[in-house]
């Protein structure tokens, strides 16, 4: 595709609920990150691929939260038992192989919405 | 937690002026980016800056980076009222393979028509 898209672009649900947030990076890009941004912050890492693998999930806040991307594309962040707290826009970006060196694209983010 | 500060944390001109926006750091990096949002979704890459250069232009963007300073900063000439958004900073740093990027809280600019 042109960009990273993400689904959904609003999620809304209720404490104890699990969620999924699908992310689709740019073709060719091995890189994937995902980050979260609280209201009036920047945006906080949560996790990184580079493949399937996560290379890097010191972010991830508690165990909670798990993302998986089995085929080097697609990735999937999923979070148990969902708390008030989780509420945030979840951003998803990608970046080409050589990620020292390589910007990265955002996609438009997920709302999720904890009641 | 977040490495990079900017300052100021609102700015508001009017359109055609000129405005900077400063980044500080606390850690030793690879490179730093700049990166422009609009209400609060959809983070768009400026500007990409690395550790060995001083100095980079794309159109009306100018970002400076003093590694001894620890600072980066970013000129927009010219303003026009597109140009309102909120602009972060962000840091890769220089251990290991990790390319995450880390963000400072953001910088509110408004051009006035």
């Known amino acids: 595709g042109a960009g990273v898209s993400q689904t959904p672009s609003n999620k809304v649900t209720e404490k104890g609920k699990y969620v999924e947030l699908r992310c689709d990076p740019i073709s060719g890009h091995t890189a994937l990150y995902w980050y979260r941004q609280s209201l009036g912050q920047g945006p906080e890492f949560l996790i990184y691929?580079?493949?399937?693998?996560?290379?890097?999930d010191s972010g991830l806040p508690n165990d909670r939260f798990f993302a998986v991307r089995p085929e080097g594309s697609v990735s999937t962040l999923k979070i148990q038992r969902t708390e008030r707290g989780d509420s945030a826009v979840y951003l998803c970006?990608?970046?080409?192989?050589?990620?020292?060196?390589?910007?990265?694209?955002f996609g438009p983010g997920t709302r999720l919405t904890v009641l | 937690s977040q490495q990079g500060e900017e300052d100021p944390q609102a700015l508001s001109i009017q359109e055609g002026e000129n405005a900077t926006m400063n980044c500080s750091y606390k850690t030793s990096i690879n490179n730093l980016q700049w990166y422009r949002q609009n209400s609060g979704r959809g983070l768009v890459h400026l500007i990409l800056?690395?550790?060995?250069?001083r100095e980079k232009h794309s159109g009306r963007l100018r970002v400076t980076l003093d590694t001894s300073k620890k600072s980066s900063s970013l000129l927009i000439t010219a303003s026009r009222a597109a140009d309102t958004a909120s602009y972060f900073c962000a840091t890769a740093g220089d251990t290991g393979a990790n390319s995450k990027l880390t963000f400072g809280k953001g910088i509110t600019l408004s051009v006035r028509p």
């Open positions: 691929f580079q493949g399937t693998g996560a290379a890097d």
């Open positions: 800056i690395r550790s060995n250069e």
């Open positions: 970006a990608s970046s080409l192989g050589a990620p020292f060196y390589n910007e990265q694209f």
